[in-house]
């Protein structure tokens, strides 16, 4: 007669692309990676999120190809973010700073000179000595 045995297996949550199992007679964790080395390693909270969006979009089986389909599209969609924050930012950054315009395209700001004027009462003088 056979005796079962139970056996430990550990993960990362931030990287599910390897599992761990302890060796009890080695007494030491051995790394077990993904079937298919090819495949990004990803964290077990978008592996969730990625089979949720595929089951809403009416998947009856949700595999390994599709998940890593998605998560492709996914990786793909933030690269292109974050290159269109850049390229937001930088057009903004070369844009002259103005006031905000209103719904008639005026300046909501009154149009006045940019040089702040000054009375003469406010400038205080001081006398320059030469060397």
């Known amino acids: 007669m056979h005796r079962r045995r139970s056996f430990l297996f550990r993960r990362d949550p931030r990287d599910i692309s ?12 051995s790394t077990i990676p993904y079937r298919n080395t090819t ?10 999120e990625l089979r949720r969006k595929l089951q809403e979009t009416g ?34 950054e070369r844009r002259p700073q103005s006031a905000p315009l209103t719904e008639a395209g005026t300046s909501a700001v009154a149009t006045e ?6 009375r003469a009462e406010d400038i205080t003088p001081f006398e320059i000595e030469e060397p």
């Open 113 to 118: 000179s940019a040089v702040p004027t000054y």
């Open 39 to 48: 495949y990004p390693p990803m964290s077990i909270w978008e592996l969730r």
């Open 59 to 92: 998947r009856s089986r949700v595999d390994e190809a599709a998940i890593f389909a998605a998560y492709g599209r996914l990786r793909e969609r933030e690269a292109q973010a974050v290159s269109e924050t850049k390229r937001t930012r930088r057009a903004r």
């Open 18 to 29: 390897s599992v761990y199992f302890w060796d009890p007679e080695l007494q030491r964790y």
